[in-house]
């Protein structure tokens, strides 16, 4: 279970998204004598204003009709409406329940390869640099690969972040090739005898065919030597991009064979919905949520408890 002050940080970070769904439902369904086809349309606009999405705002609605089209719109009616659309959300997000590498367990590899994929901007390095401090925190001997050797600055980012977090880097010269640092990354980790080896890539725009080729070339490379690597792939997406994230995903599970997202800037955003979005379309675990800059405030992803937070009244 989450602590109570990250329970705290998820509230706060889905405050416009709850104004917009809960304010949005309470004012619908108390102007209607009932609650009938016309209040579910409405509530099904707003859970596509929250960014739910098409599909999964429709089989929302669809429950919600078969159970609740007769009721009066009292007091109880709300209540219900609540707690079926509490199940319904929950529902969605049980396929995305698979819990994270944790940092204190005994690892069957050695070193456990973390492949991190994402376009510019989404906070991909800072995600790096927080995952290899909670594992160095939990005993691990952790290396981060600069792989993304067309930055300068996104190197010196990671080197700031494995300094802080008391992690080994590889990294080389600029415009080097990002496969054969990858490469390299895993022969020192093992080496080294190095416990998880976080791997920075490249993000510039997911619509362009050559970084997604360049990702396929890094992923080929982290396995070579008859390497079982990467152990995990985690996609970062920003929550503030509403289905632009979605879309982001569909390209890069296409290309790397994403096994887990990560979902950061989850501090204010009016698009929270769009975890339901990537649940149901995708069915791609959710591992972490960032819900602030604090080297702590990336947290596993509680389902029940993000549902929790979004419908709090």
């Known amino acids: 279970m989450m602590a109570v002050s990250f329970l705290e940080k998820v509230r706060k970070g889905l405050a ?11 004012a619908t369904v108390s102007g209607s004598a009932t609650i009938d086809d016309t209040t579910l349309d409405d509530l099904e606009a707003l ?3 929250a960014d ?8 929302i609605i669809d429950s919600l009709r078969e159970r609740l ?56 390095t ?39 977090a008391g992690a080994d880097i590889v990294r080389s010269q600029s415009g080097a090739d990002p496969a054969a640092v990858a490469f390299d990354a895993v022969a020192a980790a093992k080496a080294r005898q190095i416990d998880i080896l976080l791997v920075d890539t490249a993000g510039r725009l997911h619509t362009k065919v050559n970084l997604m080729e360049e990702l396929k070339k890094v992923r080929r490379s982290l396995g070579k030597d008859g390497g079982t690597a990467p152990h995990e792939t985690l996609l970062v997406l ?14 890069f599970h296409e290309a790397t064979q994403v096994s887990g997202l990560v979902l950061t800037k989850l501090d204010g955003s009016a698009k929270g919905g769009i975890v339901f979005a990537l649940g149901r379309e995708l069915e791609i675990p959710i591992r972490f949520i960032g819900v602030g800059e604090g080297i702590d405030d990336l947290q596993p992803f509680d389902g029940q408890a993000f549902v929790q937070a979004l419908l709090d009244r």
């Open 238 to 251: 920003d929550a503030t991009t509403g289905q632009n994230a979605l879309n982001q995903a569909r390209q």
């Open 52 to 59: 739910v999405g098409v599909t999964t705002a429709s089989r």
């Open 126 to 164: 800072t995600t790096i640099g927080k995952l290899a401090h909670q594992y160095s925190q939990a005993g691990h001997r952790v290396m981060v690969a600069a792989c993304d050797t067309f930055r300068a600055a996104a190197v010196d980012q990671l080197e700031v972040w494995a300094n802080r």
């Open 69 to 124: 089209a007769t009721k009066e719109a009292g007091a109880d009616a709300m209540t219900e409406l609540f707690d079926v659309l509490e199940a319904e959300l929950q529902a969605v997000l049980v396929q995305t329940e698979a819990p994270p590498l944790d940092p204190s367990a005994k690892l069957e590899v050695q070193p456990f390869v973390i492949l991190v994929v994402g376009v510019n901007g989404v906070g991909k």
């Open 47 to 49: 859970l596509i204003q």
């Open 16 to 26: 416009r998204t709850r104004s917009t769904l809960v304010d949005g439902i309470m």
